[in-house]
């Protein structure tokens, strides 16, 4: 033992020092969590400046654009987690399928949402975009952030 209470053989601490680096799934858990968040404080934000400009029909462009937006990339981590414990063909499956189903249910939403006047089309648009760069941003952050062991 050295005078820190580690072992000559572990030179940074002992086995239960690297536990919580141990998990597979924190770098997902994490992005998805810090991407939640960048969505609220998105969405608080752009709520702020485009009822401001454009009233009740500029909150609901920006709520509908946060939901788009920021579910179409939360939701593929998600799935990502959902599957984790599965094989690599199944979680490449179940990602690839959610994406086209994602992709469907997006083209079917906005073909409706282009007969509807209750929302405001500019906050609605700046929203989705802000919405899908932030979050995605955020969780490459998150992920590339976490500390997690690659050899055990």
Known sequence: MKPNGTDANTPHGTESDYREYE???????RALKL?????????IV?????????????IWGVLLGSA????FVLLTVVSV??????TPATTMTVVLGSWLVKLLVLMGLLAWLR??????????AV??????????ATEVWG??????????
Request: glycine residues 14%; aromatic residues 8%; charged residues 10%.
């Open 35 to 43: 991407g939640g968040w960048a969505l609220v404080a998105l969405t």
């Open 81 to 86: 987690l959902l599957t984790s414990n599965t």
């Open 68 to 71: 788009i937006g920021g579910g």
């Open 46 to 58: 752009s709520l702020a400046v485009w009822g401001g400009m454009r009233d009740l029909p500029g």
């Open 127 to 136: 929203t989705i975009i802000a919405a899908l760069v932030v979050v995605l």
């Open 23 to 29: 998990d597979p799934q924190a770098p997902l858990k």
């Open 143 to 152: 992920i590339m952030t976490t500390r997690t062991l690659y050899v055990g």
């Open 115 to 124: 007969t509807m006047t209750f929302y405001d089309t500019a906050a609605f």
